[in-house]
């Protein structure tokens, strides 16, 4: 089972990038994914989450009406669009499965991606 996630970097304040996040080794559409972050000195925070019937998806506040989840089965990825970046958006980013799932769960996620960093910077 792998979820490698990709896409991370650096961008400037008001600038966008597209996070990937490619499954293995499991059947891909039983799975809710969602993605997560954590920065320097603070707790890990979820901010998406689309459930495995497509029919839920879920925004923290802190990235509602910037970020975007979807998903390609076809391709076994998920993604995350991120616009409008901000200082405050610098952290590691997960991606992370959950079996059946409707978004209800925190944190009780089947499987991780290991990170990817973002930073961004004036």
């Known amino acids: 089972v792998q979820l490698v996630e990709s896409g991370g970097g650096f961008a400037q304040v008001g600038g966008s990038l597209r996070l990937s996040c490619a499954a293995s080794?499991?059947?891909?559409?039983?799975?809710?994914f969602a993605w997560f972050r954590q920065a320097p000195g603070k707790q890990r925070e979820r901010l998406s989450c689309?459930?495995?019937?497509?029919?839920?998806?879920w925004y923290g506040d802190s990235v509602k009406g910037r970020f975007a989840i979807s998903r390609d089965d076809a391709k076994n990825t998920v993604y995350l669009e991120t616009t409008s970046l901000k200082p405050e958006d610098t952290a590691i980013y997960y991606c992370a499965a959950d079996l059946h799932g409707t978004c209800r769960h925190w944190f009780e996620y089947d499987f991780w991606g290991q990170g990817i960093q973002v930073t961004v910077s004036l």
């Open positions: 080794g499991f059947t891909f559409a039983d799975y809710a």
């Open positions: 689309l459930s495995y019937r497509r029919d839920i998806t």
